[in-house]
């Protein structure tokens, strides 16, 4: 697309924006931003919030970078925590995540910069060898990286997960249909460490679910 079509996608996109939501809606947060989840989630442009909710407006305190970690944005993370008080700390992974890629094939040729952010995934890359089915890997991988930054987040955050005062999530945004319950679902892979299946199924945080329910957003990847 050439620039002048993308600025009139922008003006285009916010006409609608602006014709569908009344006075009333920005009133309601103009003074203060009161979102209920610290999102951490990918820049890849295939992972829209609406994926998590058709409105974020106030609902999400929206932090993304390669990878969605936590460590390369880290006062990000801590301001939705410690200053916006969020009761839920999300990462959200995501299918055929560039940054995992570049991290799996080499990056020799990238720049330093994103050297730089892509370093902050060495450890979970290195517990993985070399293999000939890559897609495979890639996508155990992606999720092995929720977990690795759900570790570091309780770590940093432990007292108030003691506490009752945080929760820490990942899901797993499965546009390729890999965990075998359809394209577009976001699978719960972890919740504050724990991330097995079964123990995820009777955790109290997942009881307003139904059973059908919990079987299609609660699952890991097939070995």
């Not at 040729?109 to 370093?119: F, M, N, Q, R, Y």
């Not at 060495?122 to 060898?129: L, Q, S, T």
């Amino acid at each position: 697309m050439t620039v002048p079509e993308i600025i009139s996608r922008i003006v285009e996109g916010n006409t609608l924006f602006t014709s569908t939501h009344d006075r009333a809606f920005f009133e309601s947060f103009k003074l203060k931003q009161e979102p209920f989840i610290t999102l951490v989630t990918c820049s890849d442009s295939r992972v829209p919030l609406r994926a998590l909710m058709p409105d974020t407006s106030n609902k999400i305190f929206s932090i993304q970078n390669i990878g969605n970690q936590i460590l390369s944005t880290e006062g990000s993370v801590d301001y939705g925590i410690y200053h916006l008080k969020t009761p839920v700390l999300m990462f959200l992974g995501h299918s055929d995540c560039g940054a995992i890629k570049a991290y799996l094939k080499g990056f020799d040729e990238e720049s330093e910069g994103i050297k730089h952010e892509l370093d902050f995934l060495r450890p979970i890359i290195h517990e993985f060898g070399e293999t000939d089915d890559f897609d495979s890997l890639h996508s155990h991988v992606i999720e092995k990286n929720l977990d690795y930054q759900v570790s570091i987040a309780y770590k940093k955050y432990r007292e108030l997960v003691k506490a009752g005062k945080l929760t820490i999530l990942a899901g797993f945004y499965d546009f390729r249909g890999e965990f075998g319950k359809g394209q577009g679902k976001i699978v719960f892979v972890n919740l504050n460490k724990h991330k097995t299946t079964e123990e995820l199924h009777y955790m109290e945080e997942f009881k307003n679910l139904s059973p059908e329910e919990k079987d299609r957003f609660i699952g890991r990847l097939p070995e």
